[in-house]
């Protein structure tokens, strides 16, 4: 068995192994020798493009049309090349299809042929034009390089955010460029992305951020004239150099360590040249294909037909017109356990599991050779099995990892071996023919779950998705892939409106995290209206369910939805944009039917636009509100013969209204603002807009004392309110012996605490005392301990018999004020006595 295992395995430095993925089932008018081929990274689709400057009889359109393949020869899509001069043609990270023009604007398709959008490469690239582009991986993501006419090389690290820089120019930029490759390595260790340039026999690094390129110095032994071709491994950390001379240089990519320099024996610049890993070198000339060690060993490959290469991370995909294969270096646990004379634990242990499935004693034998390493011989089988691409193989070394793990306890390893059969059942599954995506484990575990199932989402296969993403556990994984049918769903033309609607409600009514509002959009963006807005019923969030009813002109049920929430935001966005497009007497049957609305509407014109809500009030017949209106106006104003007309219309609508109050308070306002402007006419002072109680108390102020008691009397301001605004008028103009006067006119229908306030305010303690003894009887004590007089609180506590009224006072009374302390407790003691 492991001869059979073993029979595609070849040696180099070490051993790497060639085997077939799929055979191929092209369905194309010409060869692939006429066509320019582009295959994504991780197994992803193959772009097919006639080569122009190929002469071949055209059988079909004589435009080019980009056909776009699975990794099975399937067609996926064609596009019919309309544009400008395509100079190269990659992938992005997303399987997007990126075609780069003469003109330097990158027009991006998906791999179903739909025009995504177009980025320029600037004004310059576009003056000069592009001669060779390139596209490369970093960590910052996919990336795209030009060299246009004038030898100008433009670079940015990431098409889907392109932000373009350029790169020191190269000595004597005239002369032409033989070869040129971008090298991006880790950032960490090493300058982020350079481009390697070459001309004739000199390299440069044009190194992103330098102001200048470096001179570098391969030292290649052999004599030659020119550098004809130069490729980066993908880690960035080695070169390949091809000369006119036949010679393969290997090499670091800092160009200071030589690996070997191998004598190709072809003179002709090989088709096409990269690296397998970062240990081998693949070379394509013609019919053949050549592998590469790092120690100058090599084996040549004859083939049929043509065929085109198409680099991975770990491996090189091989495309023929006749079979899809993959070549890798053999991981080392593989070749531990399936090497010939192999003595490793884990080749021990897939023999017993033969052993054993054959019913044979010798299975114990095997199991006791490898007991002290049982474990590693588990892991090592259960490894293995992730790096073999045949399901038998894959079921071997299982069995084998399965009945090791019988003789051993440890739940970390269950776990790994648990993890590795659901990632095996998945790869098996993408490898099929049916979908086509031939990734190897360690591609896998680089994209990750979520962007694997992205990739199967990308290309419509919802149903494998989903089964993949609960079969993987992911938490959100059912939510994506049904977004995204839905999304796919809407856009189909054949489904009518009630139908797709209805089946996508009843598929996702369950799926939490899904939102209808963004399929509601995508069918909006491909006109079905109609369709949008049946699917935004089963949207459960006003807030995204009503923004875009009103975008697709749905204002009447956008208000019912926005009043149905409660949300007054919402309304007010709706009430916004529905007056802004409708006419006015539209807007306002509208909103009549919707009382929130209406309410909100009356709230937003009371705030904004006064003449609006006394139009709406005129309409409804409200006099009440149209009095208000003017009664605002009248308070807002500073005329007065405008505020008095205001107060007349006020008083109009109020009569109309029946309340008389209204028309009462109206025309009294009326008459006082007519007052007040002459008296603002007398005094040279403003009055106009001010109450009546500030007007009284201004007049005061002036010594009209006869004028003010006439406003009081003429508008029946209450006698305590009038004797207030003199005792405070008087304190503040420190009139003591007028306020004393006032004080004895009559009794004060306000008391006498007002009295004693307004001289504790200004210190007049003194002052207070004359009218602390004519306060109430029930405060008199706490008017007395506010003015500082303790002794006479206590003497009036006493006489009223007040025990609580005394112990306050001795409270209140400072500890400094021993005599004082001594009288209240004379009284306290006394009092006790009398009890």
């Given at each position: 068995?492991?001869?059979?295992?073993?029979?595609?395995?070849?040696?180099?430095?070490?051993?790497?192994?060639?085997?077939?993925?799929?055979?191929?089932?092209?369905?194309?008018?010409?060869?692939?020798?006429?066509?320019?081929?582009?295959?994504?990274?991780?197994?992803g689709p193959i772009a097919v493009v006639r080569?122009?400057?190929?002469?071949?009889?055209?059988?079909?359109?004589?435009?080019?049309?980009?056909?776009?393949?699975?990794?099975?020869?399937?067609?996926?899509?064609?596009?019919?090349?309309?544009?400008?001069?395509?100079?190269?043609?990659?992938?992005?990270?997303?399987?997007?299809?990126?075609?780069?023009?003469?003109?330097?604007?990158?027009?991006?398709?998906?791999?179903?042929?739909?025009?995504?959008?177009?980025?320029?490469?600037?004004?310059?690239?576009?003056?000069?034009?592009?001669?060779?582009?390139?596209?490369?991986?970093?960590?910052?993501?996919?990336?795209?390089?030009?060299?246009?006419?004038?030898?100008?090389?433009?670079?940015?690290?990431?098409?889907?955010?392109?932000?373009?820089?350029?790169?020191?120019?190269?000595?004597?930029?005239?002369?032409?460029?033989?070869?040129?490759?971008?090298?991006?390595?880790?950032?960490?260790?090493?300058?982020?992305?350079?481009?390697?340039?070459?001309?004739?026999?000199?390299?440069?690094?044009?190194?992103?951020?330098?102001?200048?390129?470096?001179?570098?110095?391969?030292?290649?032994?052999?004599?030659?004239?020119?550098?004809?071709?130069?490729?980066?491994?993908?880690n960035g950390r080695h070169v390949a150099l091809?000369?006119?001379?036949?010679?393969?240089?290997?090499?670091?990519?800092?160009?200071?360590?030589?690996?070997?320099?191998?004598?190709?024996?072809?003179?002709?610049?090989?088709?096409?040249?990269?690296?397998?890993?970062?240990?081998?070198?693949?070379?394509?000339?013609?019919?053949?294909?050549?592998?590469?060690?790092?120690?100058?060993?090599?084996?040549?490959?004859?083939?049929?037909?043509?065929?085109?290469?198409?680099?991975?991370?770990?491996?090189?995909?091989?495309?023929?017109?006749?079979?899809?294969?993959?070549?890798?270096?053999?991981?080392?646990?593989?070749?531990?356990?399936?090497?010939?004379?192999?003595?490793?634990?884990?080749?021990?242990?897939?023999?017993?599991?033969?052993?054993?499935?054959?019913?044979?004693?010798?299975?114990?034998?095997?199991?006791?050779?490898?007991?002290?390493?049982?474990?590693?011989?588990?892991?090592?089988?259960?490894?293995?099995?992730?790096?073999?691409?045949?399901?038998?193989?894959?079921?071997?070394?299982?069995?084998?990892?399965?009945?090791?793990?019988?003789?051993?306890?440890?739940?970390?390893?269950?776990?790994?071996?648990?993890?590795?059969?659901?990632?095996?059942?998945?790869?098996?599954?993408?490898?099929?023919?049916?979908?086509?995506?031939?990734?190897?484990?360690?591609?896998?575990?680089?994209?990750?779950?979520?962007?694997?199932?992205?990739?199967?989402?990308?290309?419509?296969?919802?149903?494998?998705?989903?089964?993949?993403?609960?079969?993987?556990?992911?938490?959100?994984?059912?939510?994506?892939?049904?977004?995204?049918?839905?999304?796919?769903?809407?856009?189909?033309?054949?489904?009518?409106?009630?139908?797709?609607?209805?089946?996508?409600?009843?598929?996702?009514?369950?799926?939490?995290?899904?939102?209808?509002?963004?399929?509601?959009?995508?069918?909006?963006?491909?006109?079905?209206?109609?369709?949008?807005?049946k699917i935004l019923e089963y949207e459960t969030?006003?807030?995204?369910?009503?923004?875009?009813?009103?975008?697709?002109?749905?204002?009447?049920?956008?208000?019912?939805?926005?009043?149905?929430?409660?949300?007054?935001?919402?309304?007010?966005?709706?009430?916004?944009?529905?007056?802004?497009?409708?006419?006015?007497?539209?807007?306002?049957?509208?909103?009549?039917?919707?009382?929130?609305?209406?309410?909100?509407?009356?709230?937003?014109?009371?705030?904004?636009?006064?003449?609006?809500?006394?139009?709406?009030?005129?309409?409804?017949?409200?006099?009440?509100?149209?009095?208000?209106?003017?009664?605002?106006?009248?308070?807002?104003?500073?005329?007065?013969?405008?505020?008095?007309?205001?107060?007349?219309?006020?008083?109009?609508?109020?009569?109309?209204?029946?309340?008389?109050?209204?028309?009462?308070?109206?025309?009294?306002?009326?008459?006082?603002?007519?007052?007040?402007?002459?008296?603002?006419?007398?005094?040279?002072?403003?009055?106009?807009?001010?109450?009546?109680?500030?007007?009284?108390?201004?007049?005061?102020?002036?010594?009209?004392?006869?004028?003010?008691?006439?406003?009081?009397?003429?508008?029946?301001?209450?006698?305590?309110?009038?004797?207030?605004?003199?005792?405070?008028?008087?304190?503040?103009?420190?009139?003591?012996?007028?306020?004393?006067?006032?004080?004895?006119?009559?009794?004060?229908?306000?008391?006498?605490?007002?009295?004693?306030?307004?001289?504790?305010?200004?210190?007049?303690?003194?002052?207070?005392?004359?009218?602390?003894?004519?306060?109430?009887?029930?405060?008199?004590?706490?008017?007395?301990?506010?003015?500082?007089?303790?002794?006479?609180?206590?003497?009036?506590?006493?006489?009223?018999?007040?025990?609580?009224?005394?112990?306050?006072?001795?409270?209140?009374?400072?500890?400094?004020?021993?005599?004082?302390?001594?009288?209240?407790?004379?009284?306290?003691?006394?009092?006790?006595?009398?009890?």
């Amino acid at each position: 068995m492991s001869a059979l295992l073993t029979a595609d395995w070849f040696h180099l430095d070490s051993y790497y192994r060639k085997f077939d993925l799929y055979n191929m089932v092209w369905s194309m008018d010409e060869g692939l020798g006429n066509m320019i081929v582009s295959g994504a990274q991780y197994g992803g689709p193959i772009a097919v493009v006639r080569d122009r400057k190929q002469f071949v009889r055209i059988v079909t359109t004589a435009k080019p049309v980009i056909t776009i393949y699975n990794c099975v020869g399937n067609i996926i899509s064609k596009i019919l090349w309309n544009n400008g001069v395509l100079i190269h043609m990659g992938w992005s990270d997303g399987e997007q299809l990126l075609c780069i023009q003469e003109s330097g604007d990158v027009l991006i398709y998906d791999m179903f042929g739909a025009y995504q959008k177009t980025f320029s490469l600037g004004q310059e690239v576009r003056d000069t034009k592009v001669c060779k582009a390139q596209l490369f991986s970093n960590p910052h993501g996919k990336g795209l390089a030009v060299i246009t006419t004038t030898n100008r090389i433009f670079l940015l690290s990431n098409v889907s955010e392109p932000k373009i820089r350029t790169v020191p120019e190269i000595p004597r930029a005239n002369e032409p460029i033989s070869c040129w490759c971008v090298i991006s390595s880790d950032p960490r260790v090493t300058p982020n992305i350079a481009v390697l340039v070459c001309r004739d026999k000199e390299v440069y690094r044009c190194q992103l951020g330098e102001s200048r390129p470096i001179l570098m110095r391969p030292d290649i032994t052999n004599a030659f004239t020119l550098i004809l071709t130069i490729v980066p491994s993908d880690n960035g950390r080695h070169v390949a150099l091809f000369t006119d001379s036949g010679f393969l240089w290997l090499g670091s990519s800092d160009f200071k360590s030589k690996y070997c320099e191998i004598d190709t024996e072809y003179i002709k610049q090989p088709k096409e040249l990269l690296w397998c890993g970062s240990q081998a070198v693949i070379a394509h000339w013609d019919d053949t294909m050549c592998i590469y060690g790092l120690n100058g060993t090599s084996v040549k490959y004859p083939y049929d037909g043509p065929f085109h290469l198409i680099q991975e991370s770990d491996c090189v995909r091989v495309i023929s017109e006749m079979t899809h294969e993959l070549i890798q270096k053999v991981p080392v646990v593989v070749e531990k356990i399936f090497r010939i004379n192999s003595t490793a634990p884990g080749s021990y242990l897939v023999e017993a599991s033969k052993q054993f499935q054959r019913r044979s004693h010798r299975a114990d034998e095997y199991i006791r050779l490898v007991k002290p390493d049982l474990a590693a011989a588990v892991q090592d089988c259960i490894d293995a099995s992730t790096f073999e691409f045949d399901p038998d193989v894959q079921k071997m070394l299982i069995r084998a990892a399965q009945f090791g793990k019988g003789f051993i306890s440890d739940p970390l390893l269950t776990e790994h071996y648990v993890d590795t059969c659901r990632w095996l059942r998945v790869l098996n599954a993408l490898r099929g023919v049916r979908v086509g995506i031939p990734l190897t484990y360690l591609q896998a575990q680089h994209l990750g779950k979520h962007i694997l199932l992205d990739r199967l989402i990308w290309r419509r296969l919802h149903c494998l998705a989903e089964h993949i993403a609960s079969y993987l556990q992911l938490k959100d994984g059912q939510t994506r892939v049904l977004s995204h049918w839905a999304c796919y769903k809407v856009t189909q033309p054949h489904l009518d409106n009630e139908s797709a609607a209805r089946e996508i409600g009843e598929k996702l009514k369950n799926i939490p995290g899904i939102s209808y509002s963004t399929i509601a959009m995508k069918a909006a963006e491909k006109g079905r209206k109609a369709l949008a807005i049946k699917i935004l019923e089963y949207e459960t969030r006003s807030s995204l369910q009503v923004p875009l009813l009103v975008s697709l002109g749905e204002g009447s049920s956008a208000l019912m939805k926005a009043t149905a929430s409660g949300n007054t935001d919402l309304v007010y966005t709706v009430l916004l944009h529905l007056k802004e497009k409708m006419g006015k007497h539209e807007f306002e049957l509208t909103i009549v039917n919707f009382k929130l609305a209406h309410s909100l509407y009356i709230k937003y014109c009371a705030s904004h636009n006064r003449e609006a809500l006394r139009k709406v009030y005129v309409q409804e017949d409200d006099f009440h509100g149209q009095a208000t209106t003017h009664v605002r106006d009248a308070i807002e104003q500073s005329n007065p013969g405008s505020v008095e007309a205001s107060l007349i219309s006020a008083r109009e609508c109020y009569r109309k209204g029946r309340n008389d109050l209204g028309v009462s308070i109206c025309e009294e306002a009326r008459k006082l603002c007519k007052q007040q402007s002459s008296l603002q006419e007398t005094y040279g002072e403003s009055f106009v807009g001010l109450s009546l109680h500030d007007t009284v108390k201004k007049l005061l102020e002036q010594g009209e004392i006869k004028l003010a008691d006439k406003l009081r009397s003429e508008y029946r301001m209450p006698d305590k309110r009038y004797w207030w605004l003199r005792i405070l008028v008087m304190a503040d103009n420190y009139k003591w012996d007028d306020l004393e006067k006032f004080s004895k006119s009559k009794k004060s229908p306000c008391g006498y605490e007002p009295f004693v306030d307004a001289c504790l305010k200004y210190g007049k303690n003194d002052e207070a005392l004359k009218y602390l003894s004519k306060c109430r009887d029930d405060i008199k004590v706490k008017y007395y301990v506010k003015a500082e007089f303790y002794e006479e609180a206590a003497q009036v506590a006493f006489e009223q018999k007040d025990e609580s009224a005394l112990l306050f006072v001795q409270n209140k009374c400072p500890v400094r004020e021993s005599t004082k302390h001594a009288k209240i407790m004379a009284l306290l003691e006394q009092l006790a006595d009398k009890k």
